[in-house]
């Protein structure tokens, strides 16, 4: 524990890497995929369209490679119920990097299945004074035939002050 400006601090430290933090499983499905599509400016029917898709020599409909964010919709709690279940102070908490690598394609229709923990924990002195506390967070979503398809890893990064 540490004190910063008269105020006790919980640090999380290296004795919850591998914790894992949650599981759920949910659809990717064309509604959605037309949101994301508008939220970007896309108007490709490739995106939308099983037709368009199919002349543009896919065997479905593909996703934007940043599909996975949708499943912090359908976490318990969204982003708040991840940084309060790795026991982070949501106020000092920063999103600091998302990194994704990709197996097989992920297709309108599927369902994915997300499974994140705990990948890293350090510690380092901020520029800006105090010490800032990095946790990488693993995300394996695995498809319906249980094809890991994206991991996506995500860096918070907990403020001292």
Do not use: C
């Amino acid at each position: 524990m540490r004190v910063a400006a008269d105020k006790e601090i919980v640090v999380v430290d290296s004795s919850i890497v591998g914790m894992r933090l949650s599981e759920v499983s949910f659809p990717v499905d064309r509604s959605k995929q037309a949101e994301l599509g508008r939220s970007f400016g896309d108007t490709d029917p490739v995106w939308h369209d099983p037709e368009a898709a199919a002349a543009a020599g896919f065997d479905g409909v593909p996703t934007f490679p940043t599909v996975t964010v949708l499943v912090d919709h359908w976490r318990e709690g969204g982003v708040a119920g991840l940084v309060d279940a790795i026991g982070l102070d949501l106020a000092r908490v920063l999103h600091g990097e998302a990194e994704w690598s990709y197996f097989v394609p992920v297709r309108v229709g599927d369902t994915l299945t997300m499974v994140s923990s705990v990948a890293d924990v350090t510690e380092r002195q901020g520029k800006r004074g105090g010490v800032m506390t990095l946790v990488k967070v693993d995300t394996d979503f695995t498809n319906q035939r249980g094809e890991l398809a994206v991991r996506r890893t995500d860096t918070l990064i907990e403020r001292e002050i």
